[in-house]
């Protein structure tokens, strides 16, 4: 027996149905549009009737809105990011906006070609979460009138804005908070060296430690890898005058830090090493961890970094902005 073709049912025969105008049925499906909330109820009806979805594709072509946001995310293995991602697109889409979550690895060039695809998608705007764009890239997406926004990530670039912590400040309160609990054989583990956030909470440890007329003893680097962090700490255990406490640069490696110090080396946290992290996921406040860590605001973060996107997206006049905001230290029994 032949299929029967499928009918494809119209705002127009939705309109009918519910008694109201074509436009009307336009607005309730639009984001922000207006309408009553009994034309609403009318409109929502006669459409879960007769199976009718908007098309959001030919929508996007007469308004010259896509309504989609382009996320960009890395690093997917610290538990900051899933975090943030989830939040970051709930938030969008509270706004009425649909998310396309895109994962990018470190090198540059890869991380070109995946904003290009983006942009195929004419995407309202872009989010990079822990991922940095090219001048070139960048002026390409000004050019296009597409807003770009940094998060959790800072660069020198007037065409992007930008969200992140007081990573400095963070970096400067680990290092008094270790000094005054009686750490003199200090040491830090970076992660990957180019990022501004490693920069920046380094750059606030040195200072905090200056201040107080002391200086690190022993310097790894992680990368922000489990393993590479793993690697970092042995190598800087192996010394005969041990470090007495360490600052790392991200929780996800201050987690492998303590595993191998307890499980591989016999150590004890704290009573031979103080251990210091940075973000404070949820699992820092696991008992198997209760680490010392500089807490990132993360909804605040969230909060202005899609404020700053709808902004920029509503109106092409405001210029871009760094917005630092403040986060505080937790203090747990990983430290003295």
Known sequence: MAQQPIIKITSLDVARRAGVSQSAVSRVFT???????????????????????PNVLARA????????????VAYLDNQFYPLAVERLSVALQKQGYHVLVFMAPASNS????????????????????SVLMSSP????????????????RTQPDARL?????????????????????????????????????????????????AELGTTIKYRGVGHFDYDGACKAARDM???????????????????AVMDVLRS?????????????????????????????????????????????LMERINDETVLPRHHVLDGHLVIRSSTR
């Open 110 to 129: 890869d991380v070109e070609q995946v904003v290009q695809e983006i942009l195929d998608y004419q995407v309202d705007g872009i989010m990079l979460a």
């Open 137 to 152: 890239l960048a002026a390409r997406c000004d050019d296009l009138g597409i807003p770009v926004v940094l998060f959790n």
């Open 61 to 72: 072509m007469i308004t010259g809105k896509s309504r989609i946001i382009g996320l960009v």
């Open 264 to 308: 591989q080396l016999g150590l004890d946290v704290p009573g031979d090493v103080a251990i210091a992290g940075f973000d404070d996921v949820p699992i820092a406040a696991w008992p198997a961890y209760d680490l010392t860590s500089y807490r990132q605001p993360l909804d605040a973060m969230v909060a202005q970094t899609i404020d700053t």
């Open 161 to 209: 804005a930008s969200v992140s912590s007081n990573n400095v400040e963070g970096g400067r309160q680990i290092a008094h908070h270790l000094v005054t609990g009686g750490a003199q054989r200090i040491g830090y583990i970076a992660g990957f060296e180019g990022a501004s956030t490693q920069i920046d909470r380094e750059a606030g440890f040195l200072a905090g430690l």
């Open 31 to 53: 984001p922000g549009g207006s309408a009553s909330k009994r034309t609403v109820e009318k409109v929502r009806q006669a459409a879960q009737e007769m199976g009718y979805r």
């Open 237 to 255: 255990f192996a010394e005969p005058d041990r470090p007495d406490a360490v600052f790392v640069c991200n929780d996800h490696m201050a987690f």
